[in-house]
């Protein structure tokens, strides 16, 4: 991941709570002078606190105590969201989850922010068409929605509303692969994008598990971390259940295994085209004479991630 202290203009963030802050670091050990607007008083206290052990925690980069000293010269907190986002090549709003207060702030940024700058939300769920709701030209609200932290975790999901430029979308990737980012973009947006539909899906039942009694809390979190965990780190869930199919591949595993068990869990099972459609695609995506180098990796990486492991305890 490159990172420098050459100035490439400035990012506004809106909000300096955890996700805003973080966002700080990356903009900032990114080369970009940094300027956060939040009306709490002790916004920038915080602000200052913070930021310099999230520049040193930011993966694949070594920035010396003189290097984080030189970089916080780059970043200023005001009460004062006009003044935050004036000349800035592009704006992260990290602001509450409601879409008035969103749509709102969208409506004042696009009267203020440089007809070029990015307008981006880090919302979690709420879709671009309601945000850009009272805009003159609602299609200029993006979605670059972080895993927390984004210093850290690598993703942002990016989408437009309906008739969203891909211009504007490819701008958006570029500026986040940038920073070292995965950019992952969305073919439209719906309520909660991808990695939070996900983990809602597969929290929401752990929790359901824990609360029937098959198991406590710490028990369920083991069997992810023993299971899950280092298998859907290496090669992510449809690719592992590609290789876990055996010669049926993904929609061998959902025809045979997966669909009978979602009878007995209350889940619609996934259709027979559906699964037809499966197998063409997963070979699109993987195709078979890539995978025994992928199986290579997913193997190389499952024993790394385990290694490491053997030496910590949760």
Not at 52 to 71: C, G, H, R, Y
Not at 171 to 183: H, N
Not at 254 to 275: C, F
Request: with cysteine; aromatic share 4%.
């Amino acid at each position: 991941m490159a990172h420098s202290i050459a100035n490439k203009g400035t990012v506004a963030i809106i909000g300096a709570g955890v996700i805003g802050r973080s966002w700080a670091a990356t903009f900032v050990a990114g080369g970009y002078t940094v300027k956060i607007s939040d009306p709490n008083p002790e916004a920038g206290k915080r602000v200052f606190e913070d930021l310099p052990n999230s520049i040193a925690e930011i993966p694949q980069t070594s920035f010396s105590a003189a290097d984080i000293k030189a970089l916080m010269k780059h970043v200023t907190v005001t009460p004062d969201t006009d003044e935050a986002v004036k000349g800035a090549v592009a704006v992260q709003e990290n602001g509450p989850e409601d879409v008035g207060f969103k749509s709102k702030l969208f409506a004042q940024l696009e009267a203020v922010a440089d007809a070029d700058a990015l307008l981006i939300s880090s919302s979690s769920g709420i879709t671009p068409d309601k945000i850009g709701a009272k805009m003159k030209n609602p299609g200029r609200v993006l979605i670059g929605h972080p895993f927390n932290p984004p210093h850290m975790l690598p993703l942002v999901e990016i989408c437009g509303g309906p008739n969203v430029d891909p211009a504007l979308i490819e701008k958006a990737v570029t500026f986040y692969r940038d920073l070292g980012k995965a950019p992952a973009v969305l073919t439209r947006a719906v309520p909660g994008f991808v990695a939070n539909r996900l983990q809602c899906v597969l929290v929401m039942e752990a929790i359901r598990i824990v609360e029937s009694g098959v198991v406590d809390i710490r028990t369920l979190d083991q069997i992810v971390l023993n299971s899950l965990g280092p298998r859907w780190a290496s090669v992510g869930p449809l690719l592992a259940g590609h290789f876990g199919g055996g010669p049926g591949g993904l929609a061998g595993i959902v025809e045979h295994i997966l669909n009978k068990l979602a009878a007995g869990m209350g889940i619609a099972p996934v259709s027979d085209a559906t699964i037809k459609t499966l197998g063409k695609l997963v070979n699109e995506a993987y195709p078979p004479e890539d995978m025994p180098r992928l199986a290579k990796m997913r193997d190389e990486r499952t024993e790394a991630i385990l290694d490491f492991r053997a030496h910590q305890t949760v």
